[in-house]
Protein backbone atom coordinates (compact mmCIF):
# COMPACT_ATOMS: atom_id res chain seq x y z
CA UNK A 1 0.00 0.00 0.00
CA UNK A 2 1.52 3.34 -1.12
CA UNK A 3 1.51 5.51 2.14
CA UNK A 4 3.27 7.93 4.19
CA UNK A 5 2.42 8.03 7.75
CA UNK A 6 3.17 10.89 10.19
CA UNK A 7 4.24 10.75 13.96
CA UNK A 8 5.93 13.33 16.32
CA UNK A 9 4.02 15.82 17.10
CA UNK A 10 2.59 17.15 20.53
CA UNK A 11 2.55 20.57 22.40
CA UNK A 12 5.92 21.80 23.12
CA UNK A 13 7.01 25.27 24.74
CA UNK A 14 8.54 28.12 22.86
CA UNK A 15 12.00 27.81 22.00
CA UNK A 16 11.88 23.87 22.39
CA UNK A 17 12.55 21.28 20.08
CA UNK A 18 10.54 18.54 18.73
CA UNK A 19 11.52 15.97 15.85
CA UNK A 20 8.80 14.49 13.15
CA UNK A 21 9.45 11.50 11.34
CA UNK A 22 7.65 10.26 8.11
CA UNK A 23 7.69 6.66 7.39
CA UNK A 24 6.90 5.66 3.79
CA UNK A 25 5.91 2.48 2.22
CA UNK A 26 4.77 1.11 -1.33
CA UNK A 27 7.11 3.17 -3.65
CA UNK A 28 10.81 3.30 -4.00
CA UNK A 29 11.28 5.82 -1.40
CA UNK A 30 15.42 6.34 -2.40
CA UNK A 31 14.42 7.52 -5.83
CA UNK A 32 12.29 10.15 -4.78
CA UNK A 33 13.28 13.81 -3.01
CA UNK A 34 10.44 14.90 -0.14
CA UNK A 35 9.12 17.72 1.51
CA UNK A 36 7.43 18.73 4.49
CA UNK A 37 4.24 20.98 3.79
CA UNK A 38 2.61 22.41 6.91
CA UNK A 39 -1.12 24.26 7.54
CA UNK A 40 -1.38 26.67 10.59
CA UNK A 41 -5.11 25.78 11.85
CA UNK A 42 -7.89 27.63 9.85
CA UNK A 43 -5.25 28.60 7.12
CA UNK A 44 -3.55 27.84 3.84
CA UNK A 45 -0.98 25.26 2.77
CA UNK A 46 3.17 26.46 3.54
CA UNK A 47 6.08 24.72 1.83
CA UNK A 48 8.56 24.17 4.70
CA UNK A 49 11.66 21.81 3.61
CA UNK A 50 13.29 19.40 0.73
CA UNK A 51 15.42 16.82 0.55
CA UNK A 52 17.10 14.85 -2.38
CA UNK A 53 16.68 11.71 -3.24
CA UNK A 54 20.17 11.06 -2.05
CA UNK A 55 19.97 13.82 1.05
CA UNK A 56 22.98 15.75 -0.62
CA UNK A 57 20.81 18.98 -1.25
CA UNK A 58 18.09 20.32 1.57
CA UNK A 59 16.34 23.38 0.45
CA UNK A 60 14.22 25.45 3.32
CA UNK A 61 11.29 28.00 3.58
CA UNK A 62 12.79 31.19 4.77
CA UNK A 63 10.46 31.09 7.48
CA UNK A 64 11.84 28.02 9.03
CA UNK A 65 15.69 28.62 7.68
CA UNK A 66 18.68 28.14 10.34
CA UNK A 67 16.19 26.60 12.62
CA UNK A 68 14.48 23.10 11.23
CA UNK A 69 16.69 20.42 9.78
CA UNK A 70 15.19 18.15 7.26
CA UNK A 71 17.10 14.73 7.19
CA UNK A 72 15.73 11.21 5.74
CA UNK A 73 17.24 7.46 6.16
CA UNK A 74 16.85 5.35 3.07
CA UNK A 75 17.92 1.98 4.83
CA UNK A 76 14.44 2.92 6.76
CA UNK A 77 12.54 4.27 4.43
CA UNK A 78 11.82 7.59 6.77
CA UNK A 79 12.14 11.15 6.45
CA UNK A 80 12.70 13.50 9.28
CA UNK A 81 12.28 17.07 10.00
CA UNK A 82 14.21 18.41 13.36
CA UNK A 83 12.38 21.61 14.83
CA UNK A 84 14.44 23.98 17.15
CA UNK A 85 14.09 26.88 18.34
CA UNK A 86 10.20 26.82 18.00
CA UNK A 87 7.88 29.44 17.89
CA UNK A 88 3.97 30.33 18.12
CA UNK A 89 3.71 30.76 14.73
CA UNK A 90 4.96 27.52 14.07
CA UNK A 91 1.85 25.69 15.35
CA UNK A 92 0.50 23.74 12.41
CA UNK A 93 -0.49 20.06 10.96
CA UNK A 94 2.42 18.71 9.44
CA UNK A 95 2.74 16.57 6.31
CA UNK A 96 5.06 15.00 4.65
CA UNK A 97 4.62 14.91 0.75
CA UNK A 98 6.29 13.22 -2.22
CA UNK A 99 6.51 14.98 -5.59
CA UNK A 100 4.77 13.59 -8.67
CA UNK A 101 8.10 12.82 -10.36
CA UNK A 102 11.19 10.81 -9.27
CA UNK A 103 14.26 13.44 -10.23
CA UNK A 104 13.04 16.65 -10.78
CA UNK A 105 13.24 20.20 -9.42
CA UNK A 106 9.61 21.19 -10.09
CA UNK A 107 7.39 20.12 -7.24
CA UNK A 108 3.91 18.89 -6.91
CA UNK A 109 2.95 16.40 -4.97
CA UNK A 110 0.79 12.94 -5.77
CA UNK A 111 1.17 11.39 -2.41
CA UNK A 112 0.42 12.95 1.13
CA UNK A 113 0.18 11.86 4.66
CA UNK A 114 -2.61 12.31 6.66
CA UNK A 115 -0.14 14.54 9.31
CA UNK A 116 0.70 15.22 12.58
CA UNK A 117 0.14 18.43 14.63
CA UNK A 118 2.25 20.54 16.49
CA UNK A 119 1.63 23.12 19.23
CA UNK A 120 3.54 25.93 19.97
CA UNK A 121 2.50 27.15 23.51
CA UNK A 122 3.50 28.04 26.84
CA UNK B 1 8.09 34.65 -5.49
CA UNK B 2 5.23 34.26 -7.84
CA UNK B 3 2.04 34.78 -5.60
CA UNK B 4 -1.27 32.96 -6.21
CA UNK B 5 -4.67 35.39 -5.56
CA UNK B 6 -7.66 32.34 -5.81
CA UNK B 7 -11.48 33.50 -6.17
CA UNK B 8 -13.88 33.74 -5.01
CA UNK B 9 -13.15 32.81 -1.83
CA UNK B 10 -15.74 31.28 -0.99
CA UNK B 11 -18.45 29.40 -3.35
CA UNK B 12 -22.09 28.57 -2.61
CA UNK B 13 -23.73 26.10 -5.20
CA UNK B 14 -26.26 23.08 -5.38
CA UNK B 15 -25.32 19.41 -6.34
CA UNK B 16 -25.62 19.27 -9.94
CA UNK B 17 -24.29 22.76 -10.40
CA UNK B 18 -21.21 23.76 -12.37
CA UNK B 19 -18.24 25.44 -10.46
CA UNK B 20 -15.81 27.86 -11.78
CA UNK B 21 -12.67 28.47 -9.85
CA UNK B 22 -9.82 30.78 -10.06
CA UNK B 23 -6.42 31.26 -9.73
CA UNK B 24 -4.65 33.94 -10.54
CA UNK B 25 -0.70 34.52 -10.89
CA UNK B 26 1.58 37.66 -10.09
CA UNK B 27 3.88 36.56 -13.05
CA UNK B 28 3.84 34.03 -15.60
CA UNK B 29 4.01 30.55 -14.36
CA UNK B 30 6.75 28.58 -16.32
CA UNK B 31 5.60 25.54 -18.38
CA UNK B 32 1.81 25.96 -17.17
CA UNK B 33 3.42 24.25 -13.88
CA UNK B 34 0.18 24.49 -11.91
CA UNK B 35 -1.62 22.23 -9.78
CA UNK B 36 -4.74 22.11 -7.98
CA UNK B 37 -5.82 19.94 -4.77
CA UNK B 38 -8.62 19.29 -2.49
CA UNK B 39 -9.07 19.08 0.76
CA UNK B 40 -11.58 17.91 2.90
CA UNK B 41 -11.81 18.86 6.58
CA UNK B 42 -9.21 16.67 8.60
CA UNK B 43 -7.94 15.44 5.47
CA UNK B 44 -4.80 15.69 4.06
CA UNK B 45 -5.12 17.66 0.32
CA UNK B 46 -5.50 15.10 -2.76
CA UNK B 47 -4.02 16.01 -5.82
CA UNK B 48 -6.43 16.41 -8.79
CA UNK B 49 -4.47 18.50 -11.49
CA UNK B 50 -0.89 19.20 -12.95
CA UNK B 51 0.79 20.39 -15.65
CA UNK B 52 -2.53 22.73 -15.20
CA UNK B 53 -4.77 20.48 -17.21
CA UNK B 54 -3.74 16.71 -16.66
CA UNK B 55 -5.98 14.88 -14.20
CA UNK B 56 -4.45 12.77 -11.69
CA UNK B 57 -4.44 8.60 -11.13
CA UNK B 58 -8.33 8.02 -10.26
CA UNK B 59 -9.82 11.76 -10.54
CA UNK B 60 -12.89 11.92 -11.98
CA UNK B 61 -13.59 13.62 -15.46
CA UNK B 62 -16.08 15.89 -14.10
CA UNK B 63 -12.70 17.82 -13.07
CA UNK B 64 -10.88 19.48 -15.15
CA UNK B 65 -8.03 22.52 -15.12
CA UNK B 66 -7.51 24.94 -18.25
CA UNK B 67 -5.51 27.95 -18.72
CA UNK B 68 -2.13 29.48 -18.78
CA UNK B 69 0.70 32.22 -18.43
CA UNK B 70 -0.75 33.66 -15.37
CA UNK B 71 -4.68 32.55 -15.07
CA UNK B 72 -6.00 29.37 -14.34
CA UNK B 73 -8.97 27.72 -14.18
CA UNK B 74 -10.62 24.56 -12.18
CA UNK B 75 -14.16 23.37 -13.32
CA UNK B 76 -16.19 20.93 -11.92
CA UNK B 77 -18.62 20.15 -14.13
CA UNK B 78 -21.60 18.71 -12.22
CA UNK B 79 -20.85 18.79 -8.58
CA UNK B 80 -21.39 15.93 -6.54
CA UNK B 81 -22.00 15.78 -2.55
CA UNK B 82 -18.51 14.57 -1.92
CA UNK B 83 -16.91 17.47 -3.92
CA UNK B 84 -17.72 20.14 -1.54
CA UNK B 85 -14.56 20.71 0.19
CA UNK B 86 -11.68 23.56 0.21
CA UNK B 87 -9.41 23.46 -3.19
CA UNK B 88 -5.77 24.63 -3.58
CA UNK B 89 -4.13 25.89 -6.77
CA UNK B 90 -0.25 26.10 -6.45
CA UNK B 91 2.37 26.76 -8.91
CA UNK B 92 5.93 25.09 -9.74
CA UNK B 93 7.50 26.89 -12.33
CA UNK B 94 10.86 27.69 -11.30
CA UNK B 95 13.45 25.18 -9.96
CA UNK B 96 13.30 24.61 -5.85
CA UNK B 97 10.79 26.87 -5.72
CA UNK B 98 6.97 26.31 -5.30
CA UNK B 99 3.49 28.54 -3.67
CA UNK B 100 0.11 27.41 -2.89
CA UNK B 101 -2.90 30.02 -3.37
CA UNK B 102 -4.96 30.86 -0.32
CA UNK B 103 -7.67 28.07 -1.12
CA UNK B 104 -11.77 28.58 -2.59
CA UNK B 105 -14.38 26.55 -0.19
CA UNK B 106 -17.16 25.15 -2.22
CA UNK B 107 -20.20 25.25 0.01
CA UNK B 108 -23.33 23.93 -0.08
CA UNK B 109 -26.36 26.48 -0.85
Known amino acids: QVQLVESGGGVVQPGGSLRLSCAAS????????MHWVRQAPGKGLEWVAF????????YYADSVKGRFTISRDNSKNTLYLQMNSLRAEDTAVYYC???????????????WGRGTLVTVSS | EIVLTQSPGTLSLSPGERATLSCRAS???????LAWYQQKPGQAPRLLIY???SRATGIPDRFSGSGSGTDFTLTISRLEPEDFAVYYC??????????FGGGTKVEIK
Open chain 2, 27 to 33: QSVSSSY
Open chain 1, 26 to 33: GFTFSSYG
Open chain 1, 51 to 58: IRYDGSNK
Open chain 2, 51 to 53: GAS
Open chain 2, 90 to 99: QQYGSPYQLT
Open chain 1, 97 to 111: AKPGEPITVYWYFDL
